[in-house]
C-alpha cells in the first residue's frame, strides 16, 4: 500500500511539470506573435529588399519602406502610454 501511495504522488509531479511546460510554451508563443507583430513590416520590407537585389533589381524602394517603417515603430516606442491612453478611443 504504501508504493501505491508513492506512485500516484510521482503521477501528480508529471502532470504538475505538463502544465508549466504548455503555460511557459505559451507564453513563448504570445511573446513571439507581438514582436512579429511589431516588427512585421520592418521585416517584411527589408526580406523584399534582399530578394530584389539577390535577382539584380534596384531595393532602394524596399529599404526606404523599411527605414520609414522602423522609424514609425521607434516614434511609437517613444510616445508615453498609460491607462489614461485609451480613454480617448
Do not use: P
Not at 510521482?10 to 504538475?16: A, D, N, R, V
Not at 535577382?55 to 515603430?73: E, F, L, V, Y
Amino acid at each position: 500500500m504504501h508504493k501505491q501511495s508513492r506512485h500516484f504522488g510521482f503521477k501528480k509531479q508529471l502532470g504538475q511539470g505538463m502544465t508549466e511546460y504548455i503555460i511557459i510554451t505559451a507564453l513563448i508563443a504570445i511573446a513571439a506573435i507581438a514582436a512579429v507583430t511589431f516588427f512585421g513590416g520592418t521585416v517584411r520590407s527589408q526580406v523584399a529588399g534582399m530578394a530584389k537585389e539577390l535577382s539584380g533589381q534596384s531595393a532602394t524602394q524596399s529599404i526606404n519602406r523599411a527605414k520609414n517603417t522602423s522609424n514609425q515603430a521607434q516614434s511609437e516606442a517613444d510616445k508615453e502610454k498609460g491607462m489614461d491612453a485609451y480613454k480617448n478611443k
